[in-house]
């Protein structure tokens, strides 16, 4: 799994992936919120009827048949959404062999195309799910609306439907307090900072999601533009914000840095929340070279890695929380440990 941060991003130092997701839905057929389960199953044989042909190897999976680790697990990968896993009622999805495209069904609209990349590349996100967009549109009827765009079971989606989000790592902005003047900035200019799982998910690892609030009124184009020249001023802020405390306050930052790998490599019990605030320090520390023999990319796959649905499945057991916590620490100094720094 995390297939989808095996290859190299741009400004990785920064920005963990991107993700760009549509919102679609069929005519003929109420809202996945209001159809029987008849109606249902027609979504999702209409959906894998379209998807038969694709030269793009995909997996079906059907919500029903996951267990809730196996559900949790693919929430804390990034592969689908909270949402589809709280919806069982025929939700399913497409993954395609690479995890970098989800076609999530019967979520909160009929189809949610999902194409997740590492680091920054909002342009070939929007192009890969635009390609796989228009495939399924040759083949099935969308529900469109000519002064509405495309219509969506939220109002906040109607329009393009399209919401493109960056996920980015800004310990040092959040470290020197400039994090609420900047997402205050945001939402003027119509963007939104969300947590680690998205909508109404906290904020672990100083990770944040940066996306488009709105979808109406704006063209596709203009909304990735957009977002990208903001994201382009983050990360230099974040990156000119290292080096002014590596230049000023280089003994807290190195003592900071230093402590979580010592917490990490010694630890005997510890939580998810406590482990991804020291992995965001070690992080930190390997993207400014002062923590060597390990790359930062293996710091975020461990992110995933302790996360409690993936410990259990691992571990090919159930876990209490106690136990859990024991087996993440051992995983996490199975990695960390003799680092060269």
Known sequence: MTKWLNSSGNDEDVVVSTRIRVARNMVNYRFPGFMSMGESESVVEEVLNAMKNS????????????????????????????????????????LREDEKATIM??????????????????????????EIDDYLEAKIDYAFHERFGYLTSCPTNVGTGLRASVMVHLPCVAMTGHLNSIIEALRKIGLT??????????????????????????????????????????????????KYM????SIELEDKIFRSLGILNYSRIISS????????????????????????KDIVKLMVEIQPASIQIS??????????????????RNNLIGLEV
């Not at 029903?64 to 009622?89: A, C, M, W, Y």
């Not at 189809?111 to 635009?130: A, F, H, M, P, Y």
């Not at 929340?273 to 930062?296: A, P, Q, R, Y």
């Open 55 to 94: 030269s793009d190897l995909y997996k079906f999976y059907r919500i029903n048949d996951l267990n809730e680790l196996e559900r949790t697990l693919f929430v804390e990968e990034h592969l689908i959404s909270p949402g589809l896993t709280q919806l069982t009622k025929n939700s399913s999805f497409l």
């Open 193 to 242: 900072v969300r947590g680690l799982y998205g909508e109404g998910s906290k904020v672990l690892g100083n990770l944040f999601q940066i996306s488009n609030q709105t979808t109406l009124g704006e063209k596709e184009e203009d909304i990735i533009k957009k977002l990208n020249k903001v994201i382009f001023q983050i990360v230099s802020r974040e990156r000119s914000t290292r």
């Open 273 to 296: 929340e406590e482990s991804m605030t020291h992995l965001s320090n070690v992080k930190l520390g390997c993207d400014m070279g002062l923590i060597k023999n390990i790359n930062s």
């Open 105 to 130: 069904i019967n979520e909160e609209d009929h189809i949610r195309i999902q194409v997740l990349l590492s680091g920054l590349d909002i342009e070939e996100g929007w192009k890969t799910c635009s």
């Open 315 to 332: 571990s090919h057991k159930d876990m209490i929380k106690e136990e859990r916590d024991m087996y993440r620490a051992q995983i996490l």
């Open 246 to 249: 590596m230049d000023k306050k």
